[in-house]
RNA sequence: GCGUCGGUGGUAGAGUGGUCAAUUACAACAGACUGUAAAUCUGUCGCCCAUUGGGCUACGCAGGUUCGAAUCCUGCCCGGCGCA
């Protein structure tokens, strides 16, 4: 894998580049389409490419249990098994350690608001004997999964080895994300973990013949706190094995409160090498993308488009709307003025609201269709405003129409 | 015509003397969703005020029994089934 930057937009940490794979190129900034279970959800990859998507994500721990790694592997690996050309990348299994852990059963998210009752705790407790499908120990983490109860250790090198077996262009490290909700103890000691683990994964990595054709980014974590998030941006920015090799990039994680997301990773951007890239795990509403981008991030990935489009939300440049409320019924326009994808030149509104209404498939394939390429196509412009020198004039443009309170 | 079973909120369908404005599901109306435990979840859902709460009208129609009836009795109307 390699790296060139072909712009930077003074006065901020953006730039615009490209990300070479061993399965094609990436233009960055980049939205990667999340397809977890080596499907994006509704959506074939001939839809996938045509939506403008450059790159798919899967997931490691969902892979592992169902169809299981090696048969990936004797499919020719995650591309070929999903017949998906372009680059591909697979997330480590850390974020099931937070969703299927602290999180479980709980109505902690990956973003939370800063008045979130969670947050608010007046004391930290130990709720470790809650139920919960994730428990952390030194080693790796347990898993019981969510599937058929059956129980699972991953450690850092089973991670790994079971990305390697999967076969994406570009892997992450296996990290604890963490609850925002925990102490500073907490969290300085599961970074200790982190970067412990961070360290087994590249060095297991470049033991095996794999490293050659797959790319390795590691993962900062840290939680809300600066002086944890600098650290962690150094540690793993510096971390080399034996024979000096080093992270292909990063991985930025953790669980945010939204209003402490700009900080951190404006915190690690300032420190990560310039001429690596930087994926912010998990982020991607068009505010974030906006804020992520201007503080040096060059890859995302996000499941809220699609998951909100099979839940009948659709982005427009006005904000979202809700293709089940009763008006949309008789509403014959497209989903967006003015968009370009294949469900917004081929359908209206009340057809889609019909299908929803009806609960028909082809409903969820159209409205995935339509918010994957709001996404993607939000950051290609944006991409394309660095290079003009017009990111600014961009940004608030956008997002003056798309926080409008009125009509949509 | 006789017998029999049944008629409950937009729909289906619980309830069979007080704890019933009435379980539940669906529909309807809104909301949420950020490295996918998610084609999911939450709220509202007779009318009128209200902050907790209160008032009113309601379980085919009309009477009755009872302190109290969706629930018991009588008659009527409507529907299914059986026998003529």
């Known amino acids: 894998m390699q790296f060139k930057i072909e712009k930077k937009l003074s006065g901020t940490l953006a730039r615009a580049g490209r990300i070479e794979t061993p399965h094609g190129e990436i233009e960055t900034p980049a939205f990667i389409v999340v397809g977890t279970k080596a499907t994006v959800k509704s959506l074939t990859p001939e839809q996938?490419?045509?939506?403008?998507?450059?790159?798919?994500?899967?997931?490691?721990?969902?892979?592992?249990?169902?169809?299981g790694a090696e048969l990936v592997e004797q499919s020719g690996g995650l591309g070929k098994f999903m017949n998906w050309s372009g680059p591909t990348m697979t997330d480590s299994g850390g974020f099931q350690v937070f969703s299927l852990g602290a999180a479980y059963g709980k109505e902690l998210s990956k973003v939370v608001k800063i008045t979130d009752p969670a947050l608010m705790l007046p004391e930290r407790f130990d709720d470790?004997?809650?139920?919960?499908?994730?428990?952390?120990?030194?080693?790796?983490?347990?898993?019981?999964?969510?599937?058929?109860?059956?129980?699972?250790?991953?450690?850092?090198?089973?991670?790994?080895?079971i990305q390697h077996q999967l076969g994406a262009d570009i892997i992450f490290a296996f990290d604890e994300c963490t609850s925002p909700a925990e102490d500073l103890r907490y969290q300085a000691e599961a970074l200790d973990r982190t970067h412990a683990w961070a360290r087994r994964c590249l060095d297991y990595h470049h033991a095996q013949k794999n490293s050659?054709?797959?790319?390795?980014?590691?993962?900062?974590?840290?939680?809300?706190?600066?002086?944890?998030?600098?650290?962690?941006?150094?540690?793993?920015?510096?971390?080399?094995?034996?024979?000096?090799?080093?992270?292909?990039?990063?991985?930025?994680?953790?669980?945010?409160?939204?209003?402490?997301?700009?900080?951190?990773?404006?915190?690690?951007?300032?420190?990560?090498?310039?001429?690596?890239?930087?994926?912010?795990?998990?982020?991607?509403?068009?505010?974030?993308?906006?804020?992520?981008?201007?503080?040096?991030?060059?890859?995302f990935d996000c499941v809220a488009p699609a998951r909100m489009a099979?839940?009948?939300?659709?982005?427009?440049?006005?904000g979202r709307i809700n293709i089940l409320n009763a008006k949309f019924q008789t509403d014959f326009n497209k989903i967006e003025s003015d968009c370009e994808c294949y469900s917004c030149k081929n359908y209206t509104r009340a057809y889609l609201a019909h299908l929803f209404r009806g609960k028909e498939?082809?409903?969820?394939?159209?409205?995935?269709?339509?918010?994957?390429?709001?996404?993607?196509?939000?950051?290609?412009?944006?991409?394309?405003?660095?290079?003009?020198?017009?990111?600014?004039?961009?940004?608030?443009?956008?997002?003056?129409?798309?926080?409008?309170?009125?009509?949509?």
Request: glycine share 10%; charged share 25%.
């Open 48 to 67: 996938i490419s045509s939506l403008g998507a450059q790159a798919v994500l899967a997931n490691t721990y969902h892979l592992y249990l169902q169809p």
């Open 128 to 161: 470790s004997d809650a139920p919960r499908l994730a428990r952390v120990g030194s080693d790796g983490v347990s898993f019981k999964s969510h599937l058929d109860g059956s129980l699972h250790y991953i450690t850092p090198e089973k991670s790994i080895e």
């Open 212 to 299: 050659q054709t797959q790319a390795l980014f590691g993962i900062v974590q840290g939680g809300r706190e600066e002086a944890l998030r600098k650290q962690s941006a150094r540690v793993i920015s510096e971390m080399k094995t034996e024979a000096g090799k080093e992270f292909d990039g990063f991985g930025i994680g953790g669980s945010f409160a939204k209003e402490d997301m700009q900080t951190a990773v404006k915190w690690v951007n300032e420190i990560l090498p310039e001429e690596k890239p930087r994926h912010l795990l998990g982020i991607g509403e068009p505010e974030d993308l906006f804020m992520g981008i201007e503080n040096g991030v060059d890859l």
């Open 310 to 318: 099979r839940n009948g939300t659709l982005q427009t440049k006005f």
């Open 361 to 408: 498939m082809l409903g969820a394939t159209l409205a995935t269709i339509h918010n994957l390429y709001f996404s993607v196509n939000l950051v290609k412009k944006i991409r394309q405003s660095i290079l003009d020198d017009k990111f600014a004039e961009f940004r608030d443009n956008f997002l003056k129409n798309y926080n409008l309170p009125t009509s949509r």
